[in-house]
């Protein structure tokens, strides 16, 4: 992995975003690019500002020297320069100025990943959660999606949730492609079933092609509601990130609705990687 992209509203900052976008960044060896996004979600005229993190340093410079700063972004460019400076990150900025979802969505067609805070929200009317910036970009984005934790220590092993459909393999693959790094890292396949039915061939198909990606492979059968089932079993892990595929269907798409994410996201305190074909 090369590229990876932070999201952020260009007039708020989440520094927990930002110091999980630098882990995986250093982790990776990538380049972090902060997105700062300003526009208005209603207007379409882009304008979009690309500067190099030294760039972006030496615009923030006045606001440090204690001059007046006249653009508030650039305070929050500065902070995101100076975090990755200080981790050892190689950074850029972009300062996107048309409408936030668009312009992220165009980013992400030429990146490898998207990091975002969960609480970005560009709507004042906006009162779901996760807000419609996040819905769409988990719908749409064309590289796979971080929902960043809102606190982040460490990542000590990594949970599939798997349903036994293709896109749930697909994200599995995904995730081990872009991330060799966690090859030592525990890895547990979480296969949720409604009924009693089995798939031994299956399992032994998956466990033989993750073995050789990862070092120490688990299987958990749950039975019973996939939502329920993989939140309770979520609400007991820490320092993991959940890997889920195919939005707008299966477990994803429930837990995406305010009563679900509200407790994935805001209980389980883990990162969780998006994607789908």
């Known amino acids: 992995m090369e590229k990876i992209l932070l999201a952020m509203d260009g007039y708020k900052q989440n520094t927990y975003a930002i110091d999980f976008a630098c882990y ?3 982790l990776t060896h990538s380049r972090l690019t902060g997105v700062f996004l300003e526009g ?3 207007d379409d005229e882009a304008e979009i500002i690309r500067l190099e993190a030294s ?4 615009a923030a410079r006045p606001f440090t020297a204690g001059v007046l700063a006249t653009d508030p972004v650039l305070q929050r460019v500065h902070r995101f320069h100076e975090a990755c400076l200080s981790r050892e990150v190689a950074a850029k900025v972009h300062r996107d100025r048309g409408v936030p979802v668009d312009d992220i969505l165009l980013e992400s067609r030429f990146s490898d990943l998207i990091v975002v805070d969960p609480e970005t929200s560009f709507r004042k009317v906006d009162k779901g959660f996760p807000g419609r910036f996040i819905r769409d970009v988990l719908l749409a984005a064309e590289c796979p999606v971080v929902v960043s934790p809102y606190q982040f220590n460490s990542l000590d092993e990594v949970i599939f949730a798997y349903n036994g459909t293709s896109s749930s393999v697909f994200a599995i693959k995904q995730f081990t ?3 060799p790094e966690f090859k ?3 890895a547990v396949v979480v296969d949720v079933r409604t009924g009693e039915e089995t798939a031994i061939e299956e399992q032994y198909k998956m466990k033989e092609w993750l073995s050789a990606h990862y070092l120490q492979v688990d299987f958990v059968l749950l039975k019973g ?9 979520l609400l007991q892990r820490k320092n993991a990130i959940v890997v889920l595929g195919a939005y707008g269907r299966g477990i994803l798409s429930r837990f995406l609705k305010p009563s679900h994410a509200s407790l994935l ?3 389980i305190n883990l990162p969780i990687f998006i994607t789908h074909r």
């Not at 509601?225 to 079993?233: I, R, T, V």
């Open 265 to 267: 996201l805001r209980t």
């Open 55 to 58: 760039e972006a340093l030496e």
């Open 184 to 186: 030592r890292k525990k």
């Open 24 to 26: 995986l960044a250093k």
């Open 40 to 42: 208005d979600p209603e």
């Open 225 to 233: 509601d996939p939502s329920d089932e993989l939140f309770g079993y």
């Open 177 to 179: 492609y872009l991330f």
